[in-house]
C-alpha cells in the first residue's frame, strides 16, 4: 500500500514531464511549419505558359542566370543556392521544377519536357538567352536543356549533378519510394522531428553529407547547411516532384555530351555519400572543353566549401560573360 501511495505521485510528475514535453515539440513543430509555410508562400510568381504554370521567383539584376533546384527543392532553395551570385551582379531566376510547391506534376515530367518548361518560363520573362546552373538532381533537365535549346544556353554550370552510376544497369523507375523515404517524408512532422532527434541521419541519408564534415565546418557554414534542411519543409508539396526525381535516376535518359558546345564547369566532392564523384568526373571527360573541380571533403552540400564553390562560380560566370554567346549559335 506504502509503495502504491509513493508511485503515484511519481508517476503523475512523469506523466505531467511527457505531456509538457509532448505540447513543447509541437509548438516548437508548428512555429517552424508555419514559418516554412510563410516561406514559400511568399516571394514566387506564377507564369501562365504554353508548357503550364510555372512557379518562379527572381533576385538580383544583371547577367540572368537560370538556377535549377535539387530534389526536395523548391524556388526557395533555388534562390539559397543562387543569393551569392545574385549579390555578385547576377538575375537569378529560381522556378519551382515539376511537382515542387506551386508547379503541377504533369503526365510528362521527363527531363525533356522541364527543359522545355524552362525555355516556356524564359519566353514569359522575354529573356532571350541564360547562363544555367544545374544543382544536383535539377542536372538532367540542365543538360537536356542545353542540348534541346542550345541558342539560349550561354554557359552551364553542373553543380554536384546526380548521374547514374557509371557500370550499373538501368532499371525502370520504382513501383513505390523506397520504405525510409516514404516514412520519413510521409509528413511534415516526422520530417521536423527526425531533424530535430536525427540531425546527423538525416544529413547523411537524406542530404548525402557526412556529419563528421559537419561538425569541422565553421558555424556560418553550419548555419547554411541547416537552413538547407529547414527550408526542406514543407515536404508534403514537394513529394511529387521528388519521386519524379526518383523515377528519373532509376532510368535516366541518354546524354550526348560530346556535343554540348558551351562553356561548362562540373564541381563534385569526393565524399559525397550519393557516390556520384566518378560519374560527374567522368562525364566532364566526354564533353568538350569542360572544367572539373573537385573537393576531397563536404559532401553532398559541400559544407565548408561555400566561399570556394561560390569564388569557382563567380569566376567562371564573369570570364564568359561575353564569349559564349557566339558559341551558343546567338
Not at 516526422?190 to 532527434?197: D, E, S, T
Request: charged letters at 20%; a positive charge; proline letters at 9%.
Amino acid at each position: 500500500m506504502t509503495n502504491r501511495r509513493t508511485l503515484r505521485p511519481v508517476l503523475g510528475i512523469c506523466g505531467a514531464l511527457l505531456g509538457a514535453s509532448i505540447l513543447f515539440a509541437y509548438l516548437g513543430y508548428r512555429r517552424d511549419l508555419d514559418a516554412a509555410q510563410t516561406r514559400v508562400s511568399s516571394g514566387s510568381r506564377i507564369a501562365d505558359t504554353p508548357c503550364g504554370p510555372i512557379e518562379y521567383a527572381v533576385a538580383g539584376a544583371g547577367t540572368p542566370v537560370l538556377v535549377v533546384h535539387g530534389a526536395g527543392g523548391g524556388f526557395d532553395q533555388g534562390l539559397e543556392f543562387g543569393r551569392p551570385l545574385a549579390e555578385r551582379g547576377y538575375r537569378v531566376i529560381a522556378p519551382s521544377r515539376f511537382g515542387y510547391l506551386r508547379t503541377p506534376l504533369p503526365a510528362d515530367a521527363s527531363p525533356a519536357a522541364q527543359a522545355d518548361a524552362y525555355a516556356c518560363l524564359l519566353d514569359a520573362l522575354k529573356v532571350p538567352k541564360v547562363a544555367i546552373l544545374g544543382g544536383s538532381a535539377g542536372a538532367p533537365s540542365t543538360i537536356v536543356f542545353c542540348q534541346r535549346h542550345a541558342e539560349r544556353c550561354t554557359a552551364m554550370v553542373l553543380l554536384v549533378p546526380a548521374f547514374f552510376p557509371p557500370g550499373a544497369s538501368p532499371g525502370g523507375p520504382p513501383a513505390r519510394p523506397p520504405l525510409v523515404l516514404d516514412w520519413v517524408l510521409g509528413s511534415d512532422f516526422v520530417f521536423w522531428l527526425n531533424m530535430k532527434v536525427a540531425r546527423d541521419l538525416v544529413l547523411e541519408k537524406m542530404f548525402a553529407t557526412p556529419a563528421r564534415d559537419f561538425e569541422r565546418a565553421a558555424p556560418e557554414e553550419q548555419e547554411r547547411v541547416l537552413r538547407v534542411l529547414r527550408d526542406a519543409l514543407p515536404v508534403e508539396p514537394r513529394r511529387g516532384g521528388l519521386w519524379n526525381d526518383l523515377a528519373i535516376v532509376a532510368s535516366p535518359p541518354s546524354y550526348a555530351l560530346e556535343r554540348l558546345s558551351m562553356p561548362v564547369l562540373v564541381v563534385s566532392v569526393e565524399d559525397d555519400l550519393f557516390g556520384i564523384y566518378e560519374t560527374a568526373r567522368a562525364m566532364t571527360g566526354r564533353i568538350p572543353g569542360a572544367r572539373f573541380v573537385s573537393f576531397p571533403t563536404g559532401g553532398h552540400l559541400w559544407v565548408g566549401r561555400q566561399d570556394e564553390v561560390v569564388s569557382e562560380l563567380s569566376a567562371f560566370l564573369r570570364l564568359r560573360a561575353a564569349a559564349p554567346l557566339s558559341r551558343a549559335g546567338g
